[in-house]
């Protein structure tokens, strides 16, 4: 081949760094605004033993805040409204578990009024969250 031949052969090389580059953008955005996600409200969550819910169907996650306002994600739910909403959620996912968030300053009536209601429909599969962190507990002797 002559030096003019090569010159003008098209090449038929893809670029991969700036798709590199924008894949990766993209990974970190994921990774910052997915557990910004799972809770809708912002809940002082109470400190527990820090096990987690197993399993890998999806939770429905039902708030109490600090003033006693029931939140299905972030859509404030009256209590009358709660149950057919939660109905209507596991009509469409019968494998999705409940969990309640009560916030550290809600009243314990509260949280255990959405908790007895749940369980009143048939809803046996109803936890609560809490805080990762572990409390210590002193043994007494």
Do not use: C, W
Request: no cysteine; proline share 4%; net charge positive.
């Amino acid at each position: 081949m002559s030096r003019a031949q090569r010159r003008n052969k098209i090449r038929a090389e893809v670029n991969l760094t700036p798709l590199i580059d924008i894949m990766m953008s993209l990974l970190a955005i994921f990774m910052i605004t997915a557990p910004l996600l799972t809770s809708g409200i912002p809940l002082n969550l109470p400190k527990g033993d820090g096990h987690q819910i197993e399993g890998k169907e999806k939770t429905l996650d039902i708030g109490v805040d600090a003033k006693g306002k029931i939140f299905i994600g972030t859509e404030e739910v009256k209590m009358d409204k709660l149950l057919p909403k939660v109905t209507a959620i596991v009509a469409e996912n019968p494998k999705i578990q409940m969990v309640i968030s009560g916030d550290r300053q809600s009243s314990y009536g509260s949280v255990i009024e959405v908790m007895a209601l749940l369980r009143a429909a048939g809803y046996t599969q109803v936890g609560l969250k809490t805080d990762a962190q572990v409390m210590k507990v002193e043994k007494k002797k």
